[in-house]
């Protein structure tokens, strides 16, 4: 088993930055990509960005360009770097984790196998 722990998120104003992180614990040596996805109320979960085990990154092009999703092998914890946050920006957003090694990153969330509670991000116009 793996376990997903994300920072507590927080509130900024448009234009503003946060950073979240997730720190994964247990069986990590098992996860290929990690990934972020965010869910608007009433929706479904969508990706964000993930990162791969060798480094590799993608990202939604609703947030290229502002958002790097990075990792700290030693430390087990990927980090989303968001700036340029805009008032859509604000939902929640979980971390999760993926056995696989699907290629491309998945995308969909019902690829990933594990999840973190999930954590809100706010930005006030």
């Known amino acids: 088993q793996v376990q997903l722990v994300e920072s507590v998120g927080g509130s900024v104003q448009a234009g503003g930055s946060l950073r979240l992180s997730c720190a994964a614990s247990g069986y990590t040596y098992s996860i290929y990509w990690m990934a972020w996805f965010r869910q608007p109320p009433g929706m479904e979960r969508e990706f964000v960005s993930g990162?791969?085990?060798?480094?590799?990154?993608d990202y939604a092009d609703s947030v290229k360009g502002r958002f790097t999703i990075s990792q700290d092998t030693a430390k087990n914890t990927v980090y989303l770097q968001m700036n340029s946050l805009k008032p859509e920006d604000a939902v929640m957003y979980y971390c999760?984790?993926?056995?696989?090694?699907?290629?491309?990153?998945?995308?969909?969330?019902?690829?990933?196998?594990?999840w973190g509670q999930g954590t809100q991000v706010t930005v006030s116009s």
């Open positions: 990162i791969g085990r060798d480094g590799w990154t």
């Open positions: 999760a984790a993926e056995k696989a090694g699907r290629w491309p990153v998945p995308r969909n969330a019902n690829e990933y196998n594990y």
